[in-house]
């Protein structure tokens, strides 16, 4: 049998300190070093978990394993989106271009008025959570998603292309209690290109499936 996957923890794509002075070096080395990666080692020791009971054929509590499962994948999935959709301010452009600039207008009428939507559901989030774009494939409509925790909330099959995470720990060093300073900050680290590249890439999918 094949040698079993799990999940590891990439590297950030830039500097600790590279998003300064929106994101704190502090700040991002609690988050992707602590953090991130506690979500990585839950989700593959519930994967193990799994694997034992398997081996040793003995009952486990899935209801409680599956939904930690879940909240873990999802937290690692999120993270690595998130790290991958910023860069340092001095190569963030101030907005998107080409498909995704078309995608958006389209859906909302103006860049202006999706990130007044966005910010409203990255500022509006109940406790832990975060605001995603993502992508209907069979609609071929960006949707906004206001996830809680790392899994409520999410619509399945639709692609994730851009994401904001408003856990405290991800602003409070930084912010303290003024979510709001933080969601304004990060229209300046956006990494506008990546985000593009991502939502192409789902939209050739979808033209293949
Ligand atoms: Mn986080």
């Given at each position: 049998m094949a040698e079993k996957k799990y999940y590891v923890l990439p590297d950030l794509?830039?500097?600790?300190?590279?998003?300064?002075?929106?994101?704190s070096e502090q700040t991002l080395r609690l988050h992707h070093d602590k953090h991130h990666a506690a979500y990585v080692n839950n989700a593959n020791n519930g994967l193990k978990k799994l694997e034992a009971a398997r081996q040793s054929n003995t009952e486990l509590d899935i209801k409680a394993l599956l939904k930690d499962l879940s909240f873990n994948v999802g937290g690692l999935v999120l993270h690595n989106l998130f790290w991958d959709n910023m860069t340092p301010a001095t190569q963030a452009k101030k907005a998107p271009s080409g498909t995704l600039a078309d995608v958006i207008n389209g859906e909302f009428g103006s860049f202006d008025r999706f990130k007044k939507e966005f910010t409203q559901a990255a500022n509006s989030a109940e406790g832990s959570g975060w605001a995603a774009l993502s992508f209907c494939k069979k609609t071929r409509r960006p949707i906004i998603m206001q996830v809680e925790?790392?899994?409520?909330n999410v619509y399945p099959a639709f692609e994730i292309i851009m994401v904001l995470d408003i856990w405290e720990h991800a602003y409070y060093v930084d912010y303290k209690n003024e979510r709001a300073k933080f969601v304004d900050a990060f229209w300046n680290v956006i990494n506008w290109g990546k985000v593009n590249d991502r939502l192409e890439m789902v939209i050739k999918e979808g033209n293949q499936s």
């Amino acid at each position: 049998m094949a040698e079993k996957k799990y999940y590891v923890l990439p590297d950030l794509p830039y500097a600790y300190n590279a998003l300064e002075p929106y994101i704190s070096e502090q700040t991002l080395r609690l988050h992707h070093d602590k953090h991130h990666a506690a979500y990585v080692n839950n989700a593959n020791n519930g994967l193990k978990k799994l694997e034992a009971a398997r081996q040793s054929n003995t009952e486990l509590d899935i209801k409680a394993l599956l939904k930690d499962l879940s909240f873990n994948v999802g937290g690692l999935v999120l993270h690595n989106l998130f790290w991958d959709n910023m860069t340092p301010a001095t190569q963030a452009k101030k907005a998107p271009s080409g498909t995704l600039a078309d995608v958006i207008n389209g859906e909302f009428g103006s860049f202006d008025r999706f990130k007044k939507e966005f910010t409203q559901a990255a500022n509006s989030a109940e406790g832990s959570g975060w605001a995603a774009l993502s992508f209907c494939k069979k609609t071929r409509r960006p949707i906004i998603m206001q996830v809680e925790k790392h899994n409520v909330n999410v619509y399945p099959a639709f692609e994730i292309i851009m994401v904001l995470d408003i856990w405290e720990h991800a602003y409070y060093v930084d912010y303290k209690n003024e979510r709001a300073k933080f969601v304004d900050a990060f229209w300046n680290v956006i990494n506008w290109g990546k985000v593009n590249d991502r939502l192409e890439m789902v939209i050739k999918e979808g033209n293949q499936s």
